[in-house]
C-alpha cells in the first residue's frame, strides 16, 4: 500500500531468498506448516491503521455495553451452550478487508470478527522471521499499541497460563495433528509450556477434568479452546467423547460461547463507516431492489462455508431458517498489492487480548492474508503464487 515500499521490496525479491526465507518457518516445526505463507508482507500506512482500530473501538463500545449479553444470547445454539460463561472473551479478532470505496479511495472493511483465539503463537515466531527477510524500516511494526514480541509474549502466557502450573492448561482441539493451523499449536506449546490434547482423549470424571500427561493422569483446570462446535458436529467416527455441554469445574480461555456472541452475529448491531450495513434475514421488511450488492451468510458456520456471494430472489426463498442467516452489503476489495504477475487483494486479521480485571479489549499485533480470488481463502487461490498468510506492518504514528 505504500508504493516506494512495495517498489523496494519487489525489485529485491528472489525465489531463493524466499526459498530461504520458508525453510525457517518450516524449520519452526517440520512437516506442520500446512496453509501456503505469501512471498510478502503488507504495509500499512499509519492513518489506515487507525481507521481500523477506530472501527474496532467502535465495535468493543457494543461488546462492552450491559445491554451485550442479553442481545447475543439467542447466537448461541442450544446444544452447544456450555455452562460456566465469564463476563468476557479474553481474545478477540477483528477480519477488515484493504477495500475501495465509491470514489475510488481505499479504506477498510470488516468482514467478520471472532471472540476466538488465531495464529497467536506462530505469529509471534513468524513476524520476526518476516521483518529480517523482506528488510522492513524502522519505524513499521507488526506489533499495536507499544507492544514488541516480549511483551505480547507475556501478556499472552499471563492470560493463558497466568499463576498456574502449566501442566494443569491445556490447548483443547479435535484432531490437532489434522487442523491446518497445526502450526500454531506446536508453537504455543514451546512457547507456554502447555499441552494440546484432542477431545477423544479428554477424561471425565465426575466433574473434573484430566488428560493423560505422559503416563499421568493429570487435572485440567484451565482450557485454551482452540475447539470450534460447528466444525466438532460435523465430525464423523468421533466415538463417545467428553460431553462439554455439561458442568465441570474448569476455567475456559475464551469460554466456548464468545466464539458465537462476536460473530456474525453481532453485526446488525453495529454502526460505523467502515462496517458494511448487516441485517437479519428474517427482520428485513423489504429485499434490497439491489440484491445482486449483497453477500447472503449463514450465521453458523466457519471459514467461509455456505455464503452466497452472487445473492438471487431464488437464494433467499430457499432458506427455510432466515433467523439464522445475514444479509450483508458488498465490499468492494481493492487489487492493491502488486506483484509480478496480477495484484492482490488483501485482509488484514487485528489481535485484540482482554485481561482479566481490565474494562476494555486491547489491539496488539496482527496476520495478514492475500488472495487473487474473489474470496479470502486457499480454494480461491489454487496454482496461484504472492497469495496466502502474512503479516501486517504498519507505519509508527
Same mark, same amino acid.
Given at each position: 500500500?505504500?508504493?516506494?515500499?512495495?517498489?523496494?521490496?519487489?525489485?529485491?525479491?528472489?525465489?531463493?531468498?524466499?526459498?530461504?526465507?520458508?525453510?525457517?518457518?518450516?524449520?519452526?516445526?517440520?512437516?506442520?506448516?500446512?496453509?501456503?505463507?505469501?512471498?510478502?508482507?503488507?504495509?500499512?500506512?499509519?492513518?489506515?491503521?487507525?481507521?481500523?482500530?477506530?472501527?474496532?473501538?467502535?465495535?468493543?463500545?457494543?461488546?462492552?455495553?450491559?445491554?451485550?449479553?442479553?442481545?447475543?444470547?439467542?447466537?448461541?445454539?442450544?446444544?452447544?451452550?456450555?455452562?460456566?460463561?465469564?463476563?468476557?472473551?479474553?481474545?478477540?479478532?477483528?477480519?477488515?478487508?484493504?477495500?475501495?470505496?465509491?470514489?475510488?479511495?481505499?479504506?477498510?472493511?470488516?468482514?467478520?470478527?471472532?471472540?476466538?483465539?488465531?495464529?497467536?503463537?506462530?505469529?509471534?515466531?513468524?513476524?520476526?522471521?518476516?521483518?529480517?527477510?523482506?528488510?522492513?524500516?524502522?519505524?513499521?511494526?507488526? /506489533?499495536? @499499541?507499544?507492544?514488541? $514480541?516480549?511483551?505480547?509474549?507475556?501478556?499472552?502466557?499471563?492470560? %493463558?497460563?497466568? *499463576? #498456574?502450573?502449566?501442566?494443569?492448561?491445556?490447548?483443547?482441539?479435535?484432531?490437532?495433528?489434522?487442523?491446518?493451523?497445526?502450526?500454531?499449536?506446536?508453537?504455543?506449546?514451546?512457547?507456554?509450556?502447555?499441552?494440546?490434547?484432542?477431545?477423544?482423549?479428554?477424561?471425565?470424571?465426575?466433574?473434573?477434568?484430566? /488428560?493423560? @500427561?505422559?503416563?499421568? $493422569?493429570?487435572?485440567?483446570?484451565?482450557?485454551?479452546?482452540?475447539? %470450534?462446535?460447528? *466444525? #466438532?458436529?460435523?465430525?464423523?467416527?468421533?466415538?463417545?467423547?467428553?460431553?462439554?455441554?455439561?458442568?465441570?469445574?474448569?476455567?475456559?480461555?475464551?469460554?466456548?460461547?464468545?466464539?458465537?456472541?462476536?460473530?456474525?452475529?453481532?453485526?446488525?448491531?453495529?454502526?460505523?463507516?467502515?462496517?458494511?450495513?448487516? /441485517?437479519?434475514?428474517?427482520?428485513? $421488511?423489504?429485499?434490497?431492489?439491489?440484491?445482486?450488492?449483497?453477500?447472503?451468510?449463514?450465521?453458523?458456520?466457519?471459514?467461509?462455508?455456505?455464503?452466497?456471494?452472487?445473492?438471487?430472489?431464488?437464494?433467499?426463498?430457499?432458506?427455510?431458517?432466515?433467523?439464522?442467516?445475514?444479509?450483508?452489503?458488498?465490499?468492494?476489495?481493492?487489487?492493491?498489492?502488486?506483484?509480478?504477475?496480477?495484484?492482490?487483494?488483501?485482509?488484514?486479521?487485528?489481535?485484540?487480548?482482554?485481561?482479566?480485571?481490565?474494562?476494555?479489549?486491547?489491539?496488539?499485533?496482527?496476520?495478514?492474508?492475500?488472495?487473487?480470488?474473489?474470496?479470502?481463502?486457499?480454494?480461491?487461490?489454487?496454482?496461484?503464487?504472492?497469495?496466502?498468510?502474512?503479516?501486517?506492518?504498519?507505519?509508527?504514528?
Amino acid at each position: 500500500m505504500i508504493k516506494s515500499i512495495r517498489k523496494t521490496f519487489n525489485e529485491n525479491f528472489t525465489k531463493e531468498k524466499y526459498e530461504a526465507y520458508m525453510a525457517g518457518l518450516e524449520d519452526l516445526h517440520p512437516g506442520a506448516l500446512d496453509f501456503r505463507n505469501a512471498e510478502t508482507p503488507v504495509f500499512i500506512p499509519k492513518d489506515f491503521k487507525n481507521k481500523m482500530l477506530g472501527a474496532c473501538e467502535d465495535i468493543i463500545d457494543v461488546i462492552t455495553d450491559p445491554k451485550f449479553m442479553a442481545i447475543t444470547e439467542r447466537g448461541i445454539p442450544d446444544n452447544v451452550n456450555v455452562p460456566g460463561e465469564n463476563d468476557h472473551a479474553q481474545f478477540i479478532v477483528f477480519d477488515f478487508g484493504i477495500c475501495e470505496n465509491a470514489n475510488g479511495e481505499l479504506e477498510p472493511q470488516l468482514i467478520e470478527m471472532q471472540g476466538f483465539p488465531t495464529l497467536f503463537a506462530f505469529q509471534a515466531y513468524h513476524t520476526e522471521l518476516t521483518a529480517k527477510y523482506a528488510d522492513v524500516p524502522p519505524n513499521f511494526s507488526a /506489533y499495536l @499499541n507499544g507492544y514488541d $514480541k516480549e511483551k505480547y509474549i507475556q501478556e499472552l502466557r499471563e492470560i %493463558i497460563v497466568g *499463576d #498456574l502450573d502449566p501442566a494443569n492448561v491445556i490447548l483443547l482441539e479435535i484432531f490437532p495433528e489434522k487442523q491446518k493451523t497445526r502450526i500454531d499449536f506446536y508453537c504455543t506449546e514451546k512457547l507456554l509450556g502447555i499441552k494440546t490434547v484432542c477431545l477423544t482423549q479428554l477424561i471425565a470424571d465426575g466433574n473434573k477434568l484430566f /488428560y493423560d @500427561n505422559q503416563g499421568v $493422569k493429570t487435572p485440567v483446570r484451565r482450557i485454551y479452546n482452540r475447539l %470450534i462446535f460447528d *466444525d #466438532l458436529q460435523k465430525q464423523e467416527g468421533l466415538g463417545e467423547v467428553v460431553d462439554l455441554t455439561r458442568e465441570y469445574d474448569v476455567e475456559w480461555v475464551p469460554h466456548p460461547n464468545w466464539f458465537y456472541r462476536i460473530s456474525k452475529f453481532t453485526l446488525p448491531f453495529i454502526n460505523n463507516p467502515y462496517v458494511p450495513p448487516t /441485517y437479519f434475514l428474517n427482520e428485513l $421488511k423489504q429485499m434490497p431492489a439491489d440484491l445482486e450488492h449483497y453477500v447472503l451468510k449463514p450465521l453458523f458456520s466457519f471459514a467461509g462455508m455456505g455464503v452466497i456471494i452472487d445473492v438471487t430472489p431464488a437464494d433467499i426463498d430457499a432458506v427455510k431458517d432466515p433467523e439464522n442467516w445475514i444479509l450483508q452489503r458488498k465490499v468492494k476489495y481493492a487489487d492493491v498489492i502488486e506483484t509480478p504477475d496480477e495484484p492482490a487483494k488483501a485482509e488484514i486479521r487485528l489481535f485484540f487480548f482482554w485481561k482479566n480485571g481490565t474494562p476494555r479489549p486491547v489491539a496488539v499485533h496482527n496476520l495478514a492474508r492475500l488472495s487473487k480470488g474473489k474470496m479470502i481463502g486457499t480454494r480461491y487461490n489454487k496454482n496461484k503464487e504472492w497469495v496466502g498468510g502474512n503479516v501486517a506492518f504498519f507505519e509508527i504514528d
